[in-house]
């Protein structure tokens, strides 16, 4: 295979002093997410100060890791060069047990079998150019509920 015919890595993923407990605890195989130490929001994405109470310090909670797809997208075209061999994929609205949504592509989902509902796991993933990256994977025959 010649140079011009890899794939290219997919591009690092910036990681701020916001975000880094978050990063910390993927590097550690655990998901955590900001929690407001005032008001005791969880949230996700990482931010300065509470939306609820405006409060800004945080702390990080590990959480389950389960939840169920929200919504998703089937993508037909890679955003990035380092996506082509894996169109179509599906991107999912994960909404975990405990409330928050994240967004995350789901690992090896047949898009023709997705469906709003279905039980998702996350899973670590060291990815290329990215390193350690949580990802989700449906749990077959669980539905929430």
């Not at 990063?23 to 939306?51: K, M, N, S, V």
């Not at 998702?120 to 350690?132: I, K, S």
Request: aromatic content about 6%.
């Amino acid at each position: 295979m010649s140079p011009s015919d890899e794939t290219p890595q997919r591009p690092p993923i910036p990681k701020t002093e916001i975000s880094q407990g978050f990063w910390d605890a993927i590097a550690e195989g655990r998901l955590a997410i900001q929690r407001c130490t005032a008001c005791g929001l969880l949230r996700h994405y990482p931010q300065l100060r509470c939306p609820a109470c405006h409060a800004p310090d945080s702390d990080w909670q590990t959480v389950s890791g389960r939840g169920h797809v929200h919504s998703y997208t089937v993508s037909h075209r890679a955003f990035h060069p380092a996506w082509k061999d894996h169109v179509p994929y599906v991107i999912a609205t994960i909404e975990l047990e405990e409330g928050v949504r994240m967004v995350c592509d789901l690992l090896d989902a047949d898009p023709d079998t997705i469906a709003i509902g279905q039980a998702v796991e996350v899973r670590f993933e060291d990815l290329p150019g990215q390193g350690p990256v949580p990802r989700f994977e449906v749990i077959n025959g669980r539905d929430r509920g």
